[in-house]
């Protein structure tokens, strides 16, 4: 059974940064993409950035490209989202998800109906 671990959310102040954890079990990282996605109050839970230890491929969505780096530690089985410079309009629940992936096939996945794994969030603030 794939189980995930999200945990690093906290409150910070604008321009400030925090780095988030995917702690993983149940799932080799060769065979799974793991993305990170957030939910604001009253929105679509959207997907942030993904990366797929099989064939080193990472993608960040727009909104966070510069900011936001995603890289994983697969000897620890952990995916981390580095996060700098910080706004407001990241104010999220953030969740992260797993997939399964063949090499040689697809990108990395971005859309929540793409994964079937997921766990429980874990909750940044910005204040402004």
């Known amino acids: 059974e794939v189980q995930l671990q999200a945990s690093g959310g906290g409150l910070v102040q604008t321009g400030e940064s925090l780095s988030l954890s995917c702690a993983a079990s149940g799932l080799s990282f060769d065979e799974y993409a793991i993305g990170w996605f957030r939910q604001a109050p009253g929105k679509e839970r959207e997907g942030v950035s993904c990366?797929?230890?099989?064939?080193?491929?990472?993608y960040h969505v727009d909104s966070v490209k510069g900011r936001f780096t995603i890289s994983s530690d697969d000897a620890k089985n952990t995916v981390y989202l580095q996060m700098n410079n910080l706004k407001p309009e990241d104010t999220a629940v953030y969740y992260c998800?797993?997939?399964?992936?063949?090499?040689?096939?697809?990108?990395?996945?971005?859309?929540?109906?793409?994964?079937?794994?997921w766990g429980q969030g874990t909750l940044v603030t910005v204040s402004s």
């Open positions: 990366i797929r230890s099989d064939d080193g491929n990472t």
């Open positions: 998800a797993a997939t399964y992936v063949v090499t040689g096939f697809g990108g990395c996945p971005i859309f929540k109906y793409e994964y079937d794994a």
